[in-house]
């Protein structure tokens, strides 16, 4: 049950793995902050678990994990939404679980069904599953109220541990006081055998013609079936308030109000249920007159309403600690639990004649620690025995409010079925004359039946010949409508194959256009060599182009996207084209040289050259001789050579 390998400090957080799927708190799954509180939910299923023998919320993942919830617990309080990180992926902006439908009624309410589970599991809508029923029809109050206490959505109103252990489910299975185990062997107050109820609450015999009434009755039979079970259910919370509240008096000394033990009597005799006193009582004098009988009991009568007012009614104060209330006894939250502990408190001290204390009207919790504080010993006492069976007094006060409603209901079902039965009677009356109006009618609508029968034979023969009509219809309208899709598909024929000529012609026109430029262009001096260059780009755009239209015609389907795609991209690939062609243009044109004027220019470098040579040999003739001459004629004739070659290349 315990998994060690997956705990961790409160302090600390394990974001991978904190809890078995089947066990993990709503705040886990919605990603909100979680602590302690988180076991006490993995108890309360685990226990549900022990009793039934199946898990109790078996979840397929965390969606279908909080589903199970959802369907057992309703939706979770907006409180523990808006703090939690992944609420978004459960639960909708509107605050409607993701995995119902909601549909919108005509009178405008919304009505929530459920879906399924990933393995097609049905998940129901929002609070559809029954904690009892699933609990194997677990009647214990206490237990319920338990397991309901432990699968609480908001963490902080979970209950804790130590609130587990003074819960009256484990308080009564834990070792009693000795002062409570005598009074438990004096003997607790039986429950006998309720009587059968009567066949028929009006004692009258129920004719075929009076099916409403018989349903009534029933209704009521089964109505006081049902009281009495309830009666049979809640008489043992009644014999443990019952000694507690004797307990109570004899350690405190105090006495009964002097209106509960004719209250007790009336209360239980009008059901047919007999509380009987304990063995102590009824040792001192004999009881007379349990079930409803009359005032012959003598002395024992006295003595058996003394024995009962130990099981006194409570008055007004008991009822109106109840009647503030706002929750039901099976959610008492912590402040609520005290409250009522110290409205029963005050009840209590009030009746006995002690002091009392106004410790519930505090308004603050820190006033009403201190009014706490300040009880006498005997006051705090009272209150911490009413504290821990605050859950008794609960189910008992209200049972008891509940017993007086089922008395008046019963009252009101004896009025209106007397009243069904004088109904009846007039009803029956009233058929003999409804019969002869209905042989007159049946004679007239023998009348309309023939009638009708020619009728239909009328149109029947009406509507096969609109049905005939109907077929030649759909016939001609269908003949048309294949004649209207062979037009079109030989429209869209021609369409196809004029846009084919026309882009053919305009790719002829394109390209003849082209080549007459390039040649223009290229019919220069200093242009002639682009001509080659020019052409092979034409080509090559040439082939590109017929790529292209191979690709589109085969790979992609045909529509007028495609179209477009295609015309848009041919013009760009013979953009391109063209801007190669003019940048080759431009280039070649720049860097074109005429031979002649290199030739003239390295003509005129030489006669150059030879009228400097010419220049410096007469000189070198008049002071050395040839040789020397020549040489130096030809160190000056190199060294302009090599100036005007550097002045050639940086210019």
Known sequence: ??????????????????????????????????????????????????????????????????????????????????????????????GYPRYCTATTMSDGTIVLSGGYSRKGKRRGPPGSRDLRRILKNCDDPYFLDFINRCLEWDPEQRMTPSKALKHGWLRRRLPKPPEKAASNDNGLPAVPAAAAPPSST??????????RSSSKTNNLQSNNIENTTRMKQLNDMFQTVNTIYSALQRKYGGQPGPTTAAAVSTNHQATGVTVYPPLNSVASGSVGGTGGGGSGGGGGGSSSTSAKSSVSQHGTCWHNAINTMKINCNNLRDVEHSLLALRLTYCFLEDSGHETYDCHLSSSETERRECINNMSDRAFNVYNEFYIHTTHMCFYLNYEAWQAETDNTIKQLYEASSRMKDQLLEASEMQGVMLESQKESLKIQSELLDHGKELGTILKSSSESVNNMVKDFKETAKNQMELLFEIFSYLRTFQNWIIGEVSWFQSIMYYTVSCILCALFSSSKRTVDARITLFTILSMNVIVERMLVQYYGNSIPHSDDSKENLISTTWMYRKIALTLCIITLFYIYYNYKDEQVENYKVLKRIEHQLNSIQEVTPICTTDHSPRCSTRLALKRLQSQLNKQNKMENFS
């Open 1 to 94: 049950v315990i998994d060690f390998g997956s705990s961790c400090y409160e302090n600390q957080r394990v974001y991978t793995y904190i809890q078995s799927r089947f066990y993990r708190a709503p705040e886990v799954i919605l990603g909100a902050k979680y602590g302690m509180p988180i076991d006490m939910w993995s108890l309360g299923c685990i226990i549900a678990e022990l009793v039934t023998g199946f898990p109790l919320l078996p979840g397929e993942d965390e969606a279908d994990q909080l589903a199970c919830m959802i369907e057992l617990l309703h939706v979770p309080p907006p409180r523990l939404l808006e703090s939690a990180k992944r609420s978004r992926q459960f639960i909708s902006s509107k």
């Open 202 to 211: 009006t004692g009258l015999r129920i004719t075929a013609s009076g099916s």
